[in-house]
């Protein structure tokens, strides 16, 4: 079973970026299609990105982040990305990765706060 380490996170002004990592270990990365889901004060984890593990890639964001957050991989890492751009206070939230069916164990996450 894939076990992932979330890092990158911090305080950041509105407007700025920050580019956030999960480290996969176990089972077998490369097959595993991947996802962020953030969760914020009080609010429950939400979706934020996903993307294939196929030759055809696919991707898919929440609204709220199309066009601000991307979501890449090396599988030679064993490693997922999130870079955010153009964030908002809004994007505060503890960020977490998993599989897009949430079956893998929740790691610590990273706190992303933007503010100010």
């Known amino acids: 079973q894939v076990h992932a380490v979330e890092s990158g996170g911090g305080l950041v002004q509105p407007g700025g970026s920050l580019r956030l990592s999960c480290a996969a270990s176990?089972?077998?990365?490369?097959?595993?299609?991947m996802a962020w889901y953030r969760q914020a004060p009080g609010k429950q984890r939400e979706f934020v990105a996903r993307m294939s593990s196929n030759v055809y890639t696919t991707y898919a964001y929440a609204d709220s982040v199309k066009g601000r957050f991307t979501i890449s991989r090396d599988n030679a890492k064993n490693t997922v990305y999130l870079q955010m751009n153009s964030l908002k206070p809004d994007d505060t939230a503890v960020y977490y990765c998993?599989?897009?069916?949430?079956?893998?164990?929740w790691g610590q996450g990273t706190q992303v706060t933007v503010s100010s």
């Open positions: 998993n599989d897009p069916w949430a079956t893998m164990p």
């Open positions: 176990g089972g077998i990365f490369s097959k595993n299609d």
